[in-house]
């Protein structure tokens, strides 16, 4: 048993999704698939050229798709490829889509990914990253007649990244005692004590 069906599938659905959502501008990377180990992530893209060609002056970048991420179906597979394309077209151009060490994914990623059809959400310590596919992709996924079986086998290991829960409220007060609900940290001071609004812990009393 070996990965090269997974391996040709993965290249194949590149360069579909290349012509069809990338006008063929991207340069054709090296795919692999490998462990991430205990890190919750389905995939990457270089930031660089980290393969070079014995033969001639040819450099390309790398993706990567994780072999635990083989375990799911056909769109979540084809919604982490699409996704890490997305990267590799913001390097071609220049744009910044991540920060805190690549981790953290910034709002110039979630409008690059968004207009190539992805749906992103927000999880805490990633960012604008978690991805799945709209519904014109979904049914673009759909008519592809994916070889899933390529998809058989996998590493096992699971794991699910947190989304934000965007309808959380915190508590907040200032040094009277008065205290506000928000989603996100007020920038105001109480009238009557001239201090700013800080967060309560859960549980905590004014």
């Given at each position: 048993?070996?990965?090269?069906?997974?391996?040709?599938?993965?290249?194949?659905?590149?360069?579909?999704?290349?012509?069809?959502?990338?006008?063929?501008?991207?340069?054709?990377?090296?795919?692999?698939?490998?462990?991430?180990?205990?890190k919750p992530?389905?995939?990457?893209?270089?930031?660089?050229?980290?393969?070079?060609?014995?033969?001639?002056?040819?450099?390309?970048?790398?993706?990567?798709?994780?072999?635990?991420?083989?375990?799911?179906d056909k769109?979540?597979?084809?919604?982490?490829?699409?996704?890490?394309?997305?990267?590799?077209?913001?390097?071609?151009?220049?744009?910044?889509?991540?920060?805190?060490?690549?981790?953290?994914?910034?709002?110039?990623?979630?409008?690059?990914?968004?207009?190539?059809?992805?749906?992103?959400?927000?999880?805490?310590?990633?960012?604008?990253?978690?991805?799945?596919?709209?519904?014109?992709?979904?049914?673009?996924?759909?008519?592809?007649?994916?070889?899933?079986?390529?998809?058989?086998?996998?590493?096992?290991?699971?794991?699910?990244?947190?989304?934000?829960?965007?309808?959380?409220?915190?508590?907040?007060?200032?040094?009277?005692?008065?205290?506000?609900?928000?989603?996100?940290?007020?920038?105001?001071?109480?009238?009557?004590?001239?201090?700013?609004?800080?967060?309560?812990?859960?549980g905590q009393?004014?």
């Amino acid at each position: 048993m070996n990965l090269s069906k997974a391996h040709s599938e993965l290249d194949r659905l590149f360069d579909i999704f290349n012509e069809k959502l990338f006008e063929n501008k991207l340069e054709k990377p090296i795919i692999i698939i490998q462990s991430t180990g205990k890190k919750p992530i389905y995939g990457y893209c270089s930031l660089e050229r980290r393969w070079s060609s014995k033969d001639s002056e040819q450099e390309c970048y790398e993706l990567g798709i994780s072999a635990e991420n083989l375990a799911r179906d056909k769109e979540g597979i084809c919604g982490t490829l699409i996704h890490e394309m997305v990267h590799l077209m913001n390097v071609g151009l220049g744009v910044k889509d991540t920060a805190s060490n690549y981790v953290y994914h910034n709002k110039r990623f979630k409008e690059a990914a968004e207009a190539v059809g992805l749906i992103i959400q927000k999880a805490p310590r990633i960012g604008w990253s978690v991805t799945t596919l709209g519904e014109k992709l979904t049914e673009l996924v759909q008519s592809l007649n994916i070889d899933i079986d390529a998809f058989s086998f996998f590493r096992k290991q699971s794991f699910k990244i947190k989304v934000e829960n965007k309808n959380k409220m915190y508590r907040y007060a200032c040094s009277c005692g008065q205290v506000v609900h928000s989603k996100e940290q007020p920038r105001i001071r109480c009238v009557d004590c001239g201090t700013s609004f800080y967060q309560l812990e859960k549980g905590q009393r004014v």
